[in-house]
């Protein structure tokens, strides 16, 4: 008995001081400064820590048996160019090396499925993911990583799943409560209010610092919201600062419990497994959805998929059918203090959410860009493309054409198609195969 109402005393004191100094003042809108302390010996932590890396490196070390990084030095030079140098006139065997060496390289290291994997560290930042220069620097080092295990897992961890419980907990029974009234400007706005705390409580479940650049160009109702896709948090980040109608298939599980209870308190759109194979029927919704100027605008991650926050893949071009003004988004996040790419192929949304838990924090920035409309002489997929630009160069993004959907599925043959047209245009402009097809004919 004495053991349980101890327990029970630990866990009333544990539930006071969550709700005390977190949660009632994220609620809020407010901080007490806990939160930038804690980023504060974070930060001068790692400083330490690469400091102590870099005093490391500078002496002398064992020799090792050099081990195979996985990195390709490859010669940038547009293929125009080479193909421009190839000695001689005629065609020659040898032109082919050119095209067999950019295929071995593509085989073992292509540019989207690397895209797909974490992003490089230019430090530790004395969590798990690292490499082999990093197994043992120092006992200093070392004692501070096994204290760092010890107040992610047996601290942080704790904390961050009783805050995710709470704001789940609250999002389901406000958006209920809330979806009860009958539909008039008090429902609109009580929406929004349990919307903003739910997601605040959220953010602060990941330890999360955002940082929102030029909120002059924040979505406005009735528009549309773009943002290139790095992690399922993005949706919290964003609502975090701001109210959206989200766009998605139905789930089952909690998920599922989510979805319908704060479609009950905001229109969001929601389809079927079945609706969302039909293409005209989500544009259809999703007009008249940004018809109503009195509706919350919708975010839309255009992708498809999630990619490693260094690159802007290609957006589908559905997006921006439906009319109406696109609010770009660029997010960009620092994964200095913890790794927001969520590789779906390798983890599944458990391991995900752990990793994400047992982080340091979760740091990045947001960027409101100015609204943008599609213009008289342009058609969908430019303007899709002149989106993506303006996200990809406020991000600091690398800008790829390729179609994130490569991530589970295979290349079409329409693009390969249109490579080997590509080489087969540039052969003759160079004059080989037209040197080679004269002489062939000659003979």
């Known amino acids: 008995m004495e053991v349980a109402w101890a327990l029970g005393q630990a866990g009333a004191v544990w539930l006071a001081a969550v709700l005390g100094l977190i949660v009632v003042p994220s ?11 804690y980023m504060w010996v974070l930060v001068k932590t790692l400083e330490w820590a690469t400091i102590r890396l870099q005093k490391s490196a500078k002496k002398p070390q064992p020799p090792r048996i050099p081990t195979a990084n996985g990195i390709i030095e490859r010669d940038e030079t547009p293929m125009e160019k080479e193909i421009a140098l190839l000695h001689g006139a005629d065609f020659e065997f040898s032109h082919i090396f050119y095209f067999c060496r950019k295929g071995f390289e593509a085989i073992v290291e292509d540019e989207v499925t690397q895209r797909f994997s974490s992003e490089e560290l230019l430090s530790w930042n004395l969590l798990t993911r690292t490499n082999v220069n ?5 006992l200093k080092l070392t004692v501070v990583w096994v204290i760092g295990v010890v107040v992610r897992y047996c601290f942080l961890l704790p904390l961050r799943f009783s805050l995710a419980a709470i704001g ?3 999002m389901i029974v406000g958006t209920t409560l809330v979806g009860q009234l009958p539909n008039c400007s008090v429902k609109n706005y009580l929406s929004e209010v349990v919307h903003l705390t739910c997601s605040r409580i959220l953010v602060r479940a990941l330890s999360g610092t955002i940082h929102y650049h030029n909120k002059e160009n924040r979505p406005q109702k009735g528009g549309i919201c773009v943002a290139n896709h790095t992690s399922p948090i993005d949706a919290i980040i964003l609502t975090n600062d701001g109210c959206y109608a989200m766009v998605g298939q139905v789930h089952g599980g909690l998920m599922g419990i989510i979805q319908r209870a704060t479609v009950k308190a905001c229109p969001h759109v929601w389809f079927e497994r079945s609706e969302i194979k039909d293409r005209h029927l989500v544009t259809k919704r999703l007009r008249e959805h940004v018809a109503d100027k009195s509706k919350l605008p919708i975010l839309i991650f255009p992708e498809g998929t999630c990619i490693n926050n260094t690159s802007v893949m290609m957006f589908k071009k559905g997006s921006f059918e439906i009319g109406g003004t696109i609010y770009p988004v660029a997010i ?9 790419f969520w590789n779906s192929s390798k983890y599944n949304i458990v391991s995900y959410l752990l990793r994400i838990m047992t982080s340091w924090a979760i740091v990045c920035n947001v960027w409101y860009l100015p609204p943008m409309v599609r213009k008289e002489d342009e058609d969908a997929v430019q303007f899709a493309n002149r989106v993506r630009s303006a996200i990809a160069h406020q991000g600091g993004l690398t800008e790829l054409p390729w179609d994130g959907g490569l991530k589970r599925a295979k290349v079409k ?3 390969k198609e249109e490579q080997q047209k590509n080489y087969s245009k540039m052969l003759v402009r160079n004059g080989s195969v037209g040197s080679l097809s004269a002489e062939t004919e000659s003979d």
């Open 332 to 340: 960009k996040y620092d994964p200095q203090f913890g790794d927001a």
């Open 168 to 170: 789940i907990t609250s």
């Open 134 to 138: 990093f197994h043992y620097i120092s």
């Open 413 to 415: 043959d329409t693009f």
């Open 27 to 37: 609620a809020l809108g407010i901080s007490l400064g806990i939160s930038e302390a």
